[in-house]
């Protein structure tokens, strides 16, 4: 995620221009093939953050780092297949999620610019 934040958090302009920041740097990477591939929103901010750019990633193949950081497509017969995948901190990086420390909570309260998977 993009760090802690004390609870009444109010994001700047600062704070949203830092997030396109470290979420344009998974995009660039070799990783940001996996976000294309990801679908759903975080397929839509990718487009948008990387531009005409985004889709001619996604048809040039698994990146090198495949067996680090892959889903494995298991077919009933045959090999197993890899392709790339994102992290669960890469998927809130490029939400732009925030943890807000909060007394009155156990867990972590999160705020993000844009829903998070699981919000679905």
Do not use: M, N
Not at 49 to 59: H, K
Not at 86 to 100: A, F, S
Not at 103 to 119: F, L, N, T
């Amino acid at each position: 995620c993009l760090g802690w934040r004390l609870q009444g958090f109010r994001p700047t302009e600062w704070d949203y221009r830092v997030y396109e920041e470290r979420a344009y740097e998974i995009l660039v990477s070799p990783r940001g093939r996996a976000a294309i591939l990801h679908g759903g929103l975080i397929w839509r901010l990718a487009l948008e953050i990387l531009g005409s750019d985004a889709l001619e990633r996604a048809v040039q193949g698994p990146s090198e780092g495949v067996f680090q950081y892959a889903q494995a497509v298991k077919p009933r017969h045959g090999p197993t297949y890899y392709d790339d995948a994102l992290t669960p901190e890469e998927i809130d990086i490029i939400c732009g999620t925030y943890k807000i420390a909060d007394s009155g909570h156990k867990d972590p309260v999160y705020w993000s610019w844009w829903p998070r998977p699981a919000q679905w």
